[in-house]
């Protein structure tokens, strides 16, 4: 008997897209869309605005691209202590406002027991400040 026969070879693999650089020395660029519902707000605080309105990101992988760990690091701290004096000074105004609150609260009452005993006499009166007229003589 004749041997059998070698079996079919695999079929070609599909082709793939390929890019083509121009030169080896070209820097590459990894394109990313980014959704705005999975960005940290607070990014925004370590890296500057993206530049262009659709939030196209531009990743490079070359070493020039990376900053200095030093300078981040600096950078972090001078926002941390930021944060800390702005911290201190809502705290503050929170007090002020606080203190404004109760005074006012106060005033309210005042006015609100002037109102009452008023009524209750029938009489109302105003009293102004010597700063608010002038008294001036009339020749008879």
Request: charged share 25%.
């Amino acid at each position: 008997p004749p041997p059998p026969p070698p079996p079919p070879p695999p079929p070609p693999p599909p082709p793939a897209a390929s890019v083509l650089l121009p030169s080896p020395s070209t820097p590459s660029f990894h394109l990313a869309q980014i959704d705005a519902r999975f960005v940290d707000p607070s990014i925004g605080l370590l890296m500057p605005p993206l530049q262009t309105p659709s939030n196209l990101a531009v990743f490079c992988d070359h070493n020039y691209t990376v900053e200095d760990t030093v300078h981040q690091r600096k950078r972090i701290q001078q926002l941390e202590e930021q944060v800390e004096k702005l911290r201190k000074k809502l705290k503050t105004a929170q007090q002020r406002c606080r203190r404004q609150e109760r005074q006012i609260e106060k005033l309210r009452e005042i006015v609100q027991f002037q109102k009452e005993k008023d009524i209750l006499s029938g009489k109302g009166y105003v009293i102004l400040p010597n700063d608010y007229f002038e008294v001036v003589e009339v020749p008879a």
